[in-house]
């Protein structure tokens, strides 16, 4: 059966799932770690339980890739180059080009490098990634699947800033969002539990991890997203401050002399719960001593306040809500988050079914059978996504 492979190219690591497709069957992930450092690490997973892991010293993405792929044949994942039919690349930015995934062309390749300057750190790598496995595997079909694409819905008045018209035109200064693959992943499963068509449904989705977003999806779009120009928008992060008063951040500049630089590293390095809380970026941290340390409690009402707050203009922009749904790190993972946030969510008709909210598994209702509003915990999963786009496009 035809393999697919999903990636996940940053500029010192990679991720990848390898799924059998059309079965959907994730056969093996890894990831290699430390690419250009010492002491590089590939990590494969497969089989039932078995590991794979090798230290040694990975000067660049080509040599990764070719360890990676060598390995899968050593491992007897795959006996042949040829098997891998498909590889489908996470890429963050894609600007206004892009609405959909694509299969990758040169042309494709150079508009990916030329948006490398709304997402410096992400695009070249993602670009790197796509052409080292285009040389590798010169058989399979490459699909570029973006981040911000599913958000080329969103209406003009959600995605235009109120600033000069011409910084638009100029600069495609504008919203863009991210996790779109997340989003559209939940909203599709969503539709599933609720037995609904996603067309017919009003979804508010809740991507909770270290980076977080929330999107309004309206007749199965996204109508608006918390997420700007860059992932630094929105809602409170591990270490981002999501949305932040701009003349603020020149005040603070000013008088803590800070270049633009530096600036943006405390933005997107510095704060966020970690900012508040001088503790941890880390949801548990914080949850662990919640009760003793004041600014652990402070950073997590801060972050309920943002979530409750953008679902609140979610809800009045999209005129009503069928569901709010949980995804990734702590919307998968969080108990006592969900319901903080459900709590304060009674007025729109949310109730929580408590014994429900304490499951594990996945694809939970976590609301009681007569809350007007639903509220789901579905585990994303952006690869298998991916997966599915390179078998669309394969087909085509
Ligand atoms: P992600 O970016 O989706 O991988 O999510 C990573 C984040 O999920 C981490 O920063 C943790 O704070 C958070 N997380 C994972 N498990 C839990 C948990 N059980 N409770 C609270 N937060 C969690």
Redesign the pocket.
Known sequence: MAKTMAVNAGSSSLKFQLLEMPAEQVIAKGQIERIGLKDSIVTIKYGDGQKFETIEDIDNHEIGINKLLQSLLDLHIITDFNEITGVGHRVVAGGEWFNQSVVVTENVLEKIDRLAEYAPLHNPANAMGIRVFQKLLPNAISVAVFDTAFHQTMPKENYLYSLPYQYYTRYGARKYGAHGTSHRYVAERAAVMLDKPLTDLKLITL??????SITAIKDGKSFDTSMGFTPLAGITM?TRSGDVDPSLIYYIQEHEKLSNAEMLKILNGKSG?LGISSIS???????DVIDTNDHAKLAIDIFVNRVVKYIGQYVAEMGGIDAIVF???????????RKMIIDKLGYFGIKLDEKQNEKRGSEIEISTSDSAVKALMIP?NEELMIARDVETLKNK
Not at 207 to 212: D, V
Not at 281 to 287: E, I, V
Request: charged residues 15%.
């Open positions: 991507h909770l991890g270290a980076g977080a591990a719960l970026s880390d949801m548990r941290d914080l949850l995804t990734a790190g702590i919307g998968e993972n969080s108990v006592p988050l994303t």
